[in-house]
C-alpha cells in the first residue's frame, strides 16, 4: 500500500473473470480514483483487461443492491436485515417441514467462484438443508472436464492445463483464450505468452467453427461442423495407433486401458469422419503426426468442447492424446498445477484414493445422475412443475442468474412463480431475481476479501496471493460467509440471532478436531488471531503443500506472510506430479474409464447423422462476461456486440442483409437479432453471445436495458444434455434464419 495525502493506492485480486489479475486501486476518501494492472503481482506482471477497470463501475452502479429486498402485494420494499431474516425464517422451516428436505433446492451461479466466503461457507448451508436439489452453472459451462478428470485421475478439478511458457506445439479446440485468458485454465495476458511462444519458434493450431481472436493469432486455423468435436478427436486417436505413433514416454508404468480405448476407436478413421467433421482426412491425420512428434506440445479445449452432446467424450480425448503422446506431466505439456490450498490432490495419501463415485442418486423427474453432488440445472423448470414426493417448492438462489444463463428460459421463470417461497442472495435485481419473495444482497468484492480457492488449481503458475478489502462495509451490511450461517441456523431451527462468531468458532473447531486429532487444540491456539475465511485458509495454507505446517517447516507459507508479500508469493513453475497427484483405487491413470468406453457405441451411431443446414454456437467477447457486466458502462459502451455473426455466402442464401433484422427459429422458438455479415464465420454457423436478453420486466439493470440483446438460449432446449455429465447442449443447434 503507497500513500499520498488523502490518496492511497492498495493491491487487489481482480474477480471478474478466471485470469485472476493482479490490480492497484487508487482510493481517495473511499471513492475509487483509478485502477490499474499491478507491475509487482507475481502471477499476472501488470496484465489488466477492460474488465478489471470496471471494477470501479460496479461498486459504484446504483443499481447494485445494498439493502435487503422483500416483496409484499408483487412489489419489492426496502427492508432492513432483521426484517429479512425474519420473514425467511417464517416461511422457509414451514416449506421444508411440509416437503422434506428435498423441497428446498439451491442454485448457485459462476460469480461464487470469486467469492471465498459463498465457497467456504455455502456446503455448511447445503449441510443443514441436507436436499439432494442442488444445481450450479457447472452443468451449463464445464461439467464434463471434472466428469473426465475425476475418472481419470480421482479428483474432481484434477484438471491439466498447457504449459504454455514452456511448449512449442499447441493445438486449440473451442476455446478462446485470446478473449478468456483461460477458462479452466487461468492465464492472464495469453496474448503476450502465445506471441512469445511464437517468437520462440513454436506453433499454434486452432480448429474452431469461428475465426476466432485466438485463431487470428494462430499460425493455422481450421473450421470444423460445431458438434461433431468428438468425431475429430477419435479420428486423431486411431491415427495414432495406426500409424504407431503412441509414446508414452514416463507415463508408461501409470497408466492402464491402453488396449481398450484402442479397441474402441477403431470404427473411427480419419477417412471415416473427415465428412462429419467437414475437415479432411490428410489434416486430421497431420495434426495427429505433428502432436506426436512435437518435443513440447499440448492439446487444450474448452467450453465449445464442452456444451454438446458428447461434452465428456471430448474431455475426456483431449487427455488421451496429451497421454499418448508423452505429452502430460510433462514440461510443455499439459501439467497438474500445485494449489497452495484446498485442492484435493494435495491431501490425504499421495497416488492413490477413492476416486469419484457418480450417480449416488438421480433427478426425481428426468432420472438424471448426480455428478459432484449436482444435478443437472436444465432438471431444475421440471422439478419444480411436476408434482409428487420431493417435489422442489422452496429455492435458494446464489450470484445465480438461470433464467437468462440456462435453456428455455421462459419455461423456468414461469415455474419459478408457482414456488412456495424464493430466496436470492445477489447485488441485482435481474431476470432470475425478481421472481424472488427475499433478496439479500452481497457485497461488493472490493468490500470483502479475495483468495482463489478454485483458480490456484488450474493456474499456468503456482502461486499464493491474498487481498484484504479495500473499501469497508457499512456495518449493518453482513459478509456472505454470515449469511449463509444465519440461514443455516434458520434451517436447523436455532434462528438467525445466533451468535455468528461463537458458531463459527464451534464449526470450524469440530472441522480442526476431525482433521488434526490430539493436536487439534494447538493447531486451534495457532489460528486464534483470525475468523471467518481468514481462518480457514491459513489453516489449509500451514497445512498445505508449501506450508509452514504449523511451526515444524519454519520456512513455509502461512497467510500472515502471504499478506506481507508485495504482489504475492510465487510458487514456480509447474512440476511433474505424477503419480504423487492420482487419487484413484488403483494409483494409476485410468485412460479407459467404463463409462467413457461404452459411450463411445453411442458416438457410432451419431456419426452417420446428417449435418444440419445451419447451426448457431455461442461467442465469447472481452467486454462480457456473466449477463449482470453489461449493466457496466465502461463495459457496455461501444458498437452493439449482441449480433449474430453470419458468413457471406449464407447472407445471400438466406436474403439477409449486413446491419438489418433477422428472425431465428428452433422449432416453435425465435429471437430477433441484428444481422453481422462476417467471413470470420464458417458457412452453415451463426454465431451469438450468451448472456444477453435484457428486456422482461421488473428487472432493476437500467444500463442494460438500454440495449437489451437477444437471449440465445430462448432458442434451445432444456432436454438437450450430455448423458454422462448433464452438462447443457448449447452449441451446434440446428436453426432457421428469415428477414424482418
Known amino acids: 500500500m503507497s500513500n499520498t495525502d488523502s490518496e492511497k493506492t492498495v493491491k487487489r485480486i481482480c474477480p471478474l473473470c478466471e485470469a485472476c489479475c493482479g490490480l492497484q486501486v487508487t482510493i481517495r476518501d473511499h471513492q475509487i480514483i483509478r485502477i490499474r494492472g499491478d507491475d509487482d503481482d507475481v502471477f499476472s506482471h501488470g496484465y489488466i483487461c477492460p474488465k478489471g477497470a470496471a471494477l470501479k463501475d460496479l461498486h459504484e452502479d446504483p443499481d447494485r443492491l445494498r439493502t435487503p429486498l422483500i416483496k409484499r402485494d408483487g412489489k419489492f420494499v426496502v427492508a432492513s436485515w432483521d426484517e429479512a431474516f425474519a420473514e425467511i425464517e417464517r416461511r422457509l422451516p414451514a416449506v421444508r417441514n411440509a416437503g422434506g428436505n428435498d423441497a428446498v433446492a439451491t442454485v448457485i451461479g459462476n460469480p461464487a467462484a470469486h467469492k471465498i466466503g459463498l465457497l467456504l461457507y455455502f456446503p455448511r448451508l447445503a449441510r443443514a438443508l441436507g436436499t439432494r436439489n442442488v444445481f450450479s452453472s457447472s452443468t451449463l459451462d464445464q461439467m464434463p472436464k471434472q466428469l473426465s478428470a475425476g475418472l481419470m485421475f480421482g479428483s474432481w478439478l484434477s484438471i491439466p492445463v498447457p504449459d504454455l511458457e ?6 486449440i479446440l473451442g476455446a478462446n483464450p485470446m478473449v478468456s485468458n483461460g477458462s479452466l485454465w487461468t492465464v492472464p495476458d495469453f496474448r ?16 474452431d467453427p469461428r475465426r476466432t481472436e485466438t485463431a487470428a493469432v494462430s499460425d493455422v486455423h481450421h473450421f470444423i461442423q460445431p458438434g461433431t468435436d468428438v468425431f475429430f478427436l477419435l479420428g486423431m486417436v486411431h491415427t495414432l495407433f495406426a500409424e504407431q505413433l503412441i509414446n508414452l514416454g514416463g507415463l508408461a508404468e501409470h497408466v492402464e486401458g491402453l488396449a481398450e480405448v484402442q479397441a474402441a476407436v477403431q470404427a473411427f478413421a480419419p477417412e471415416l469422419v473427415a465428412a462429419r467433421c467437414r475437415i479432411e482426412a490428410h489434416t486430421i491425420r497431420q495434426l495427429a503426426r505433428q502432436l506426436a512428434v512435437a518435443k513440447r506440445g499440448v492439446v487444450y479445449a474448452r467450453i465449445g468442447t464442452c456444451t454438446q452432446e458428447f461434452g465428456t ?37 499421495p497416488g492413490v484414493g477413492r476416486g469419484v463415485p457418480v450417480g449416488r442418486h438421480h433427478s426425481r423427474v428426468a432420472r438424471a445422475p448426480e455428478i459432484m453432488g449436482e444435478l443437472p440445472l436444465t432438471c431444475l423448470a421440471e422439478e419444480i412443475e411436476i408434482p409428487g414426493e420431493g417435489q422442489v417448492r422452496a429455492l435458494i438462489t446464489i450470484a445465480s442468474n438461470p433464467v437468462l444463463s440456462a435453456p428455455n428460459g421462459d419455461r423456468l421463470a414461469a415455474a419459478l412463480e408457482q414456488l412456495d417461497f424464493m430466496l436470492s442472495i445477489d447485488i441485482y435485481l435481474n431476470e432470475t431475481t425478481r421472481h424472488a419473495d427475499v433478496i439479500l444482497p452481497g457485497l461488493s468484492p472490493l468490500e470483502d476479501v479475495h483468495f482463489d480457492l478454485a483458480f490456484g488449481q488450474f493456474s499456468y503458475r503456482n502461486h499464493a496471493r491474498f487481498s484484504d478489502a ?16 444465519r ?9 438467525a440471532l445466533i451468535d455468528i462468531e461463537e458458531a463459527d468458532r464451534q464449526l470450524f473447531s469440530a472441522e480442526v478436531h476431525k482433521n488434526c486429532g490430539p493436536h487439534a487444540d494447538a ?11 481468514e481462518k480457514q485458509i491459513d489453516f489449509a495454507l500451514r497445512s498445505g503443500p508449501y506450508g509452514d505446517q504449523f511451526g515444524l517447516q519454519p520456512q513455509g507459507i502461512n497467510l500472515a506472510k502471504i499478506k506481507a508479500a508485495t504482489g504475492g508469493l510465487d510458487l514456480g513453475p509447474l512440476q511433474t506430479r505424477i503419480p504423487e497427484v492420482l487419487r484413484t483405487p488403483s494409483g494409476k491413470i485410468e485412460l479407459a474409464p467404463a463409462l467413457l468406453i461404452a459411450d ?21 467477447q472481452i467486454r462480457s462476461g456473466n449477463s449482470w457486466m453489461h449493466n457496466l458502462p465502461s463495459l457496455a459502451k461501444g458498437p452493439y456486440r ?15 442483409t449486413d446491419g438489418g433484422l433477422g428472425r431465428i427459429t428452433s422449432g416453435i422458438k425465435s429471437i430477433e437479432v441484428q444481422i453481422e455479415m462476417s467471413e470470420e464465420m464458417m458457412p452453415g454457423v451463426v454465431s451469438l453471445p450468451h448472456g444477453w436478453g435484457h428486456d422482461m420486466p421488473d428487472t432493476q439493470m437500467a444500463v442494460a436495458a438500454q440495449r437489451p440483446g437477444a437471449n440465445l438460449n430462448a432458442l434451445l432446449d432444456e432436454q438437450g444434455r450430455d448423458p454422462l455429465s448433464g452438462n447443457a447442449v448449447l452449441s451446434g443447434i440446428a436453426v432457421d434464419i428469415y428477414p424482418l
Open 470 to 485: 479495500v473499501l469497508p462495509r457499512q456495518p449493518a451490511h453482513p459478509p456472505e460467509w454470515q449469511i449463509l450461517l
Open 487 to 495: 440461514l443455516a441456523a434458520i434451517v436447523q431451527g436455532k434462528g
Open 166 to 171: 514452456r511448449s512449442d506445439f499447441m493445438l
Open 313 to 349: 467424450q471430448c474431455s475426456w480425448l483431449v487427455d488421451v492424446l496429451n497421454i499418448l503422446t508423452g505429452h502430460l506431466d510433462r514440461e510443455g505439456g499439459a501439467m497438474f498445477p500445485k494449489a497452495c490450498a484446498f485442492a484435493a490432490n494435495t491431501v490425504g495419501t
Open 523 to 533: 493447531v486451534l491456539q495457532l489460528l486464534a488471531g483470525w475468523s471467518g475465511p
Open 600 to 620: 463411445v457405441a453411442r458416438a457410432a451411431q451419431a456419426l452417420a447423422a446428417a449435418a444440419p443446414k445451419l447451426v448457431i454456437i455461442g461467442r465469447r
Open 642 to 656: 449482441c449480433t449474430a455473426l453470419i458468413h457471406p455466402f449464407d447472407m445471400d442464401r438466406l436474403g439477409l
Open 192 to 207: 503476450g505468452k502465445a506471441k512469445a511462444m511464437r517468437l520462440r519458434g513454436g506453433r499454434i493450431v486452432t480448429v
